[in-house]
């Protein structure tokens, strides 16, 4: 029951806005219609009730201009040029991009027109379409537009943030379209975030100036990157040099063997003959040089060849690895695709 309630209520609060956009539309489509059957004095009422304070229906910005260029097409027709170029100039000051169909209206009405254009400088961007762009093989396209012959220049920048890049700037009159690469003055890949496109023009004709700028938002589309590996823990490495403890080992084993040779040949004196205790002694001297030498050569040149190549070739199938995971990632980065959205106001990057 309480949503039967509340969609009652949304729809009593919604009837007026759609009575009214229904409004203004029929009274435009009649309009038309007159003007169709060339009746232009039953056309022009209903048409200035569109654009009359008074109106009590609402008026989209389409529909006002609509109304203004036929009010101009009809007044033309009349032979009222002076009136025909306000209106037409009224149409085109609100929708710089307003055209007459060749095929729909008379020379002497598309003069007018080109009157009212010359008369009135206007420039205008087009708002952003949707789009995803892969910068490689296509582009960002703008479209701007000059009522008349004008300098002209169009220049994107992130919003508060860097310099402008100009994209066009010379003479412009009529619609152009402007493409960009997505890259930004520095020549790299415009960061995702918001940007503006700002049209600025001065009238070769009149020397009256205008501007006019829309938003849009920018995101890459990127492949997912991998991870390098990370650098060989040495616990994960051959140890490449004796340590200090193997060296001391070193000469506790010489000095062992040498304590043992003397004890032996002590226990022993009156059983060996004289050579016999002499060659105990030279083994146990012997022991001991051997072990304090060992020490000396782990000290000074203590690496074990084997285990420095094993622990080379590991750490040298880590940098292959990691160099194709860069190489592959490069390429991800290289096919970064842009993705263009139209926004309103400055507001937040994304």
Same mark, same amino acid.
């Given at each position: 029951?309480?949503?039967?309630?509340?969609?009652?209520?949304?729809?009593?609060?919604?009837?007026?806005?759609?009575? /009214?956009?229904?409004?203004?539309?029929?009274?435009?489509?009649?309009?038309?219609?007159?003007?169709?059957?060339?009746?232009?004095?039953?056309?022009?009422?209903?048409?200035?009730? &569109?654009?009359?304070?008074?109106?009590?229906?609402?008026?989209?910005?389409?529909?006002?201009?609509?109304?203004?260029?036929?009010?101009?097409?009809?007044?033309?027709?009349?032979?009222?040029?002076?009136?025909?170029? @306000?209106?037409?100039?009224?149409? %085109?000051?609100?929708?710089?991009?307003?055209?007459?169909?060749?095929?729909?209206?008379?020379?002497?009405?598309?003069?007018?027109?080109?009157?009212?254009?010359?008369?009135?400088?206007?420039?205008?961007?087009?708002?952003?379409?949707?789009?995803?762009?892969?910068?490689?093989?296509?582009? &960002?396209?703008?479209?701007?537009?000059?009522?008349?012959?004008?300098?002209?220049?169009?220049?994107?920048?992130?919003?508060?943030?860097?310099?402008?890049?100009?994209?066009?700037?010379?003479?412009?009159?009529?619609?152009?379209?402007?493409?960009?690469?997505?890259?930004?003055?520095?020549?790299?890949?415009?960061?995702?975030?918001?940007?503006? @496109?700002?049209? /600025?023009?001065?009238?070769? &004709?009149t020397g009256a100036s205008d501007s006019a700028r829309v938003y849009f938002d920018l995101r890459h589309e990127v492949a997912v990157l991998e991870d390098t590996v990370a650098d060989l823990d040495q616990r994960r490495l051959?140890?490449?040099?004796?340590?200090?403890?193997?060296?001391?080992?070193?000469?506790?084993k010489g000095a062992g063997v040498a304590a043992a040779a003397l004890l032996i040949a002590g226990a022993a004196n009156g059983d060996l003959a004289g050579s016999e205790r002499g060659a105990a002694v030279v083994v146990a001297a012997t022991?001991?040089?051997?072990?304090?030498? /060992?020490?000396? &050569?782990?000290?000074?040149?203590?690496? %074990?060849?084997?285990?420095?190549?094993?622990? /080379?070739?590991?750490?040298?199938?880590?940098?292959?690895?990691?160099?194709?995971?860069?190489?592959?990632?490069?390429?991800? %980065?290289?096919?970064?695709?842009? @993705?263009?959205?139209?926004?309103?106001?400055?507001?937040?990057?994304?």
């Amino acid at each position: 029951m309480r949503r039967l309630v509340w969609a009652a209520v949304f729809a009593v609060g919604a009837a007026p806005a759609l009575a /009214a956009q229904g409004s203004t539309e029929e009274l435009l489509v009649q309009a038309h219609a007159f003007y169709e059957r060339l009746e232009v004095e039953r056309a022009l009422p209903l048409l200035r009730q &569109v654009v009359s304070p008074n109106w009590p229906f609402e008026v989209t910005a389409d529909q006002r201009v609509d109304a203004y260029k036929y009010l101009g097409a009809c007044l033309a027709l009349a032979g009222k040029r002076d009136s025909a170029v @306000l209106y037409f100039r009224a149409a %085109i000051e609100r929708d710089p991009f307003t055209e007459l169909d060749e095929s729909r209206f008379t020379p002497a009405q598309l003069a007018t027109f080109d009157e009212a254009r010359r008369r009135t400088l206007a420039v205008a961007v087009r708002p952003v379409q949707s789009a995803r762009v892969d910068p490689r093989t296509a582009r &960002v396209t703008f479209t701007v537009v000059a009522t008349h012959a004008a300098l002209v220049d169009v220049k994107l920048s992130a919003v508060g943030a860097g310099t402008p890049l100009v994209l066009f700037q010379g003479t412009l009159n009529g619609v152009r379209e402007i493409a960009w690469d997505g890259l930004l003055v520095n020549r790299r890949l415009a960061p995702p975030g918001r940007y503006t @496109l700002a049209v /600025a023009g001065r009238s070769r &004709v009149t020397g009256a100036s205008d501007s006019a700028r829309v938003y849009f938002d920018l995101r890459h589309e990127v492949a997912v990157l991998e991870d390098t590996v990370a650098d060989l823990d040495q616990r994960r490495l051959l140890p490449e040099r004796m340590s200090p403890e193997a060296a001391r080992r070193d000469v506790a084993k010489g000095a062992g063997v040498a304590a043992a040779a003397l004890l032996i040949a002590g226990a022993a004196n009156g059983d060996l003959a004289g050579s016999e205790r002499g060659a105990a002694v030279v083994v146990a001297a012997t022991a001991a040089v051997t072990g304090v030498v /060992a020490f000396l &050569v782990h000290r000074r040149h203590g690496a %074990i060849p084997e285990n420095v190549a094993a622990n /080379a070739r590991r750490r040298a199938q880590r940098d292959s690895v990691n160099a194709g995971v860069r190489a592959r990632n490069a390429d991800r %980065i290289a096919a970064t695709a842009l @993705l263009v959205s139209p926004a309103a106001g400055e507001g937040a990057g994304p």
